[in-house]
């Protein structure tokens, strides 16, 4: 069976600095898969290159058979991608409600986005409490909710998380975890890229280590944690 997303050879440069290195990797229906590296590795312009807001030199990249290179990013997120990006991002000026209903321009049917939010609302209880409150008066671990709801607002096959658990407090980390966790298990895919190694490879499948751009290594997410090296390089160890 084809993978849900393929990346083949996918090579980015800024300028005359290789970025990415021809890196292959490929991400099955259903399972949640972490890019894991140091910082500089490669592992946000990989996803910024998925979701469309790079385009690579060279290398292609299929997403439920579709080549997505081309495609600029605001059509991606219609085709059922979405990112959760690095540091957040929400609208700050704007309501809880608001940024959420921003996560769903995608979609044009009112029901389907009353019944995607009253979903969204009971995964994250805190969102629907604070819906008129302005987002960026949020807490940190507030706005990765409210980051990671807006995302779901437009119903992704897959979504692609940039350090979910930057600059939070250790109780949010778990927290925001369980609900990566759960979002999988209702039947959402999940790449997920995380400076929190042993985090990461506690709750995905498998993963893939970046290094200055090339991937040098990928296994089942917990033969990768009693992996010596990993232990060494990443965990702390």
Do not use: C, W
């Amino acid at each position: 069976m084809a993978a849900l997303l393929e990346v083949n050879n996918l090579s980015v440069y800024y300028g005359v600095i290789q970025a990415l290195k021809g890196i292959s990797f490929h991400v099955d229906k259903g399972e949640i898969v972490a890019l894991i590296g140091a910082n500089g590795a490669g592992k946000t312009t990989t996803l910024h290159t998925l979701s469309g807001l790079i385009e690579p030199k060279e290398g292609e990249i299929k997403y439920n058979g579709t080549e997505l290179t081309k495609i600029p990013a605001h059509k991606i997120v219609g085709l059922g991608m979405a990112q959760v990006p690095e540091g957040r991002r929400v609208f700050a000026e704007m309501s809880v409600l608001q940024n959420l209903k921003m996560g769903a321009f995608t979609r044009k049917d009112k029901k389907e986005f009353e019944d995607t939010l009253k979903l969204v609302y009971s995964r994250f209880p805190r969102l629907q409490e604070r819906q008129t409150q302005l987002a960026g008066t949020l807490s940190g671990g507030e706005q990765q909710m409210l980051a990671m709801g807006r995302a779901l607002m437009s119903h992704p096959d897959i979504i692609l998380m940039d350090e979910p658990s930057m600059g939070l407090s250790p109780i949010f980390v778990n927290e925001i975890f369980d609900i990566i966790k759960e979002v999988n298990k209702d039947g959402t895919t999940v790449l997920l890229v995380e400076q929190n190694a042993r985090k990461a490879l506690s709750i995905a499948n498998r993963a893939y280590v970046l290094e200055t751009g090339n991937i040098v290594l990928d296994d089942d997410a917990n033969d990768l944690l009693n992996n010596d090296s990993i232990k060494k390089a990443y965990l702390g160890e």
